[in-house]
């Protein structure tokens, strides 16, 4: 099974698929990058894009067919695995503009934007819902998608509409996979290596796009792994899971400097979901700006935890 990190904006940094990489992520998806952001020479655009070592796929928005042919000259020396256009996104503010999931409203122009991305020489998929409530037309974008030369078509289980509300449907993957030539991912509601097998099965995708449920829950990936070759997913230990907590810290604030540690607070909250008397300690740690503070509290709490996983005095309150 080809496991991958789904596109998540203001959570796909380098630091982010460096750690999902290493879990064992077949691939990993940066955040949605502007091709006008990088035909203009924004900034921000520019870093958001991967070094040409990591085993990244690049995903671009926007609608001018021009401009995504000037992009596609500037990605290249990037060298990711292939091209992604988001044809999915449902954030108004993406929405509004034309891009995103605006563009299953006009198949014939997801077409001309991948045939401007192969036309570069470059491998093109398109991320894409379910269509709109009153329009859901998957399929027909999707034979867009294959008619403009991509060889991927993934598929979020939800409709624009819906957000990420409500359950995802896996129906539209498997019909894809049933009745289209081309290779079908399957996205939604990936929050466990069993969710991801019960969607590979239902389907008969030939990839697993994972997204929220990577979030501070980056070892899915490897239990995705370990039950797709028959066996059970390791449980992640208390040590583990600070120790990769912390690492995933440090690698924030090298990439991001001090202000990592604010864009570190969605993942910290992540790893504490769930976790005994984490409530408090989590709304302490959020209120948190300074490392080493930061990383004593974080100390404290965990070797409680790890205390009574080993049999320690506290045993009874895990």
């Not at 496991?3 to 750690?19: E, H, I, W």
């Not at 952001?37 to 021009?66: C, H, R, Y």
């Not at 907590?245 to 001090?258: D, P, V, Y």
């Not at 009574?308 to 506290?314: A, T």
């Amino acid at each position: 099974m080809i496991t991958v990190l789904s596109p998540m904006a203001g959570v796909n940094d380098k630091t982010f698929r460096n750690l999902c990489l290493s879990m064992g992520a077949d691939m990993v998806f940066t955040e949605m990058i502007s091709v006008n952001g990088l035909v203009n020479g924004n900034k921000k655009s520019f870093e958001m894009l991967p070094d040409s070592e990591e085993n990244a796929v690049i995903q671009l928005f926007g609608n001018n067919p021009e401009y995504f042919a000037r992009a596609s000259d500037v990605i290249r020396n990037c060298r990711p695995k292939w091209v992604d256009l988001n044809a999915g996104c449902p954030v108004p503010k993406v929405v509004k503009n034309g891009y995103g999931a605006a563009l299953m409203r006009s198949p014939t122009l997801v077409r001309k934007l991948v045939e401007t991305l192969a036309s570069k020489g470059l491998p093109v998929s398109v991320k894409m819902r379910i269509g709109w409530e009153k329009e859901q037309n998957f399929m027909e974008v999707a034979h867009a998608a294959l008619d403009g030369g991509a060889f991927l078509v993934s598929i979020h289980g939800r409709t624009v509409e819906q957000g990420y509300a409500g359950k995802a449907n896996w129906e539209p993957a498997r019909m894809l996979k049933e009745k289209m030539p081309i290779k079908v991912g399957v996205s939604g509601d990936i929050f466990s290596a069993s969710d991801a097998l019960n969607a590979m099965t239902f389907t008969n995708a030939d990839m697993v796009f994972v997204a929220r449920g990577a979030i501070g829950n980056p070892w899915i990936f490897r239990q995705i792994k370990e039950m797709t070759f028959g066996g059970k997913p390791t449980v992640i230990t208390f040590k583990e899971r600070r120790d990769i907590l912390k690492q995933h810290l440090l690698n924030s604030i090298e990439e991001h400097g001090i202000h990592g540690i604010i864009t570190f607070r969605k993942f910290l909250a992540a790893y504490l979901k769930g976790l005994p008397s984490s409530h408090a300690v989590k709304v302490k740690m959020l209120q948190m700006s300074d490392f080493n503070s930061l990383t004593e509290v974080v100390n404290a709490y965990f070797d409680k935890l790890i205390s009574c996983e080993r049999g320690g005095v506290e045993r009874g309150n895990t």
